[in-house]
């Protein structure tokens, strides 16, 4: 099949590679030119240095190339960026080729999860019947690099979501089918906050304890508004649920488990993320997750804690000492 992944950051050229390697045809557009020119000249990422490149991938700035023939097209660059980067598309895309949204995010503002801001852009520019999915699941592009074993989940229509699944087939990563689109999203997008709540505690020092209670208790918080927008429950229990909650609250590869760190150390929200150097997905979706909370009344102790870190620049040690002491309650 003929591949267009639209950005080329850690885990689109991971996407990219492991593609390439089962047989498909891949291009990587990259927004900036010198980006562009340097991945296909070196063939090497700065942030995943064990990864080549294969030769057979085509590394590009130039939209209308990229998007020449696509039968996939892949949206992997920062959740902030999905509308502007659809629309800027719209003009040259293939009417027919499926769309598959790897980033992981909830817009700011109007609380679209992502396929439904690509589907609104796609109708926007007169293409009402995209077919679009999305894929999620524990997958650091540090360790699809290297080729170890993952799974992944591939969410939408079962007729498409089994096209995606079998583009993956014979990887390192083995790819399942879920029909909760608008689930699978919202725990992508969740998940990245309560990573940044755990790596808070973790930053004050506390232990396994804490930060397996807090994994427990933020998955809770993501089935609980996730149920109110009208997920399915056994979602949030996959792959895209607590699967790609423990690995992104727990692993050193974790941008937000790392940047969570930094803030409970007592380091500022820029400084940490001028530290990580890389984009921080669990603040970008903070307002939205807040804002959702809002919208259906939902009580979320950990997200609310880390909106007073990063918004009004509390003490997180007093955030803990409000979480500990807040009113007995029966766990079910």
Not at 50 to 79: G, H, Q, T
Request: one cysteine or more.
């Amino acid at each position: 099949m003929n591949i267009t992944i639209l950005g080329s950051g850690t885990w689109g050229l991971a996407l990219a590679r492991v593609l390439c390697l089962n047989g498909h045809h891949i291009t990587v557009w990259s927004k900036f030119d010198e980006e562009a020119a340097s991945l296909s000249r070196t063939r090497k990422s700065p942030n995943l240095p064990e990864m080549l490149i294969p030769e057979a991938i085509l590394i590009s700035s130039d939209m209308s190339a990229v998007m020449k023939n696509a039968d996939y097209i892949i949206a992997a660059v920062p959740s902030v960026y999905i509308r502007e980067t659809i629309r800027s598309f719209v003009p040259l895309i293939p009417g027919d080729a499926i769309w598959i949204n790897a980033s992981k995010g909830i817009e700011k503002g109007t609380n679209m999860i992502l396929t439904d801001v690509i589907r609104e852009e796609l109708e926007n520019g007169g293409f009402p019947n995209a077919r679009i999915t999305a894929v999620s699941g524990p997958t650091h592009a540090e360790e699809v690099a290297m080729d170890l074993p993952t799974l992944i989940v591939a969410a939408g229509p079962d007729d498409i979501a089994k096209q995606v699944q079998g583009l993956f087939e014979g990887t390192c990563i083995r790819p399942y089918t879920n029909p909760d689109l608008r689930g699978v999203q919202i725990c992508g997008a969740l998940k990245n906050v309560e990573a940044l709540a755990v790596g808070i505690a973790k930053g004050l020092g506390y232990g396994d304890n804490t930060r397996a209670a807090m994994i427990t208790r933020g998955m809770e918080e993501i089935r609980r508004l996730g149920l109110a927008m009208g997920c399915q429950e056994r979602t949030f229990f996959g792959l895209a649920g607590i699967g790609d909650l423990i690995v992104t609250a727990t692993s050193d590869h974790s941008r937000n488990n790392r940047c969570g760190i930094l803030l409970g150390q007592g380091i500022p929200v820029q400084e940490a993320v001028r530290r990580i150097g890389m984009v921080v997905e669990g603040l970008n979706a903070l307002p939205a997750a807040v804002s959702l909370c809002r919208q259906y009344h939902m009580e979320m102790p950990l997200i609310e804690g880390v909106r007073r870190i990063v918004e009004d620049q509390a003490d997180p040690a007093e955030i803990v000492r409000d979480l500990m002491s807040r009113s007995l309650k029966n766990e079910i």
